[in-house]
């Protein structure tokens, strides 16, 4: 069965870092773009930053530019999102999701796209 896992949450003071990974199972991270997504209370479903094996590339959304980095181990099949420079405008459920690149770019930017795997989410709390 396919599926993605995130872990990495939890409390941080503003200014600090966290490192979230998604580890997917089921499927290998070459064939699919890995997608970071965040969903705050009150807030709409937001477009983080994405990354494809398969072409190179890579995107983030201008909230988190020059913030967060993502990266990926194939070998693990994991992909991170590293974080740094929180704030507390950070603090939500981060989600990863996996499909085509073609539907992860169109998740950047439409909230609640559909996308194949989603994980059940890992809790970020900025503290200020």
């Known amino acids: 069965e396919a599926q993605v896992v995130e872990s990495g949450g939890g409390l941080v003071q503003a200014g600090g870092s966290l490192r979230l990974s998604c580890v997917t199972s089921g499927f290998s991270i070459d064939d699919y773009a890995i997608g970071w997504f965040r969903q705050a209370p009150g807030k709409q479903h937001e477009g983080l930053s994405y990354?494809?094996?398969?072409?190179?590339?890579?995107y983030y959304a201008d909230s988190v530019k020059g913030r967060f980095t993502i990266s990926s181990d194939t070998a693990k099949n994991t992909v991170y999102l590293q974080m740094n420079s929180l704030k507390p405008e950070d603090t939500a459920v981060y989600y990863c999701a996996a499909d085509t690149v073609e539907k992860t770019v169109r998740a950047m930017k439409i909230p609640y796209y559909g996308m194949d795997y989603w994980g059940n989410g890992t809790l970020v709390t900025v503290s200020s």
């Open positions: 990354i494809s094996t398969t072409d190179g590339s890579t």
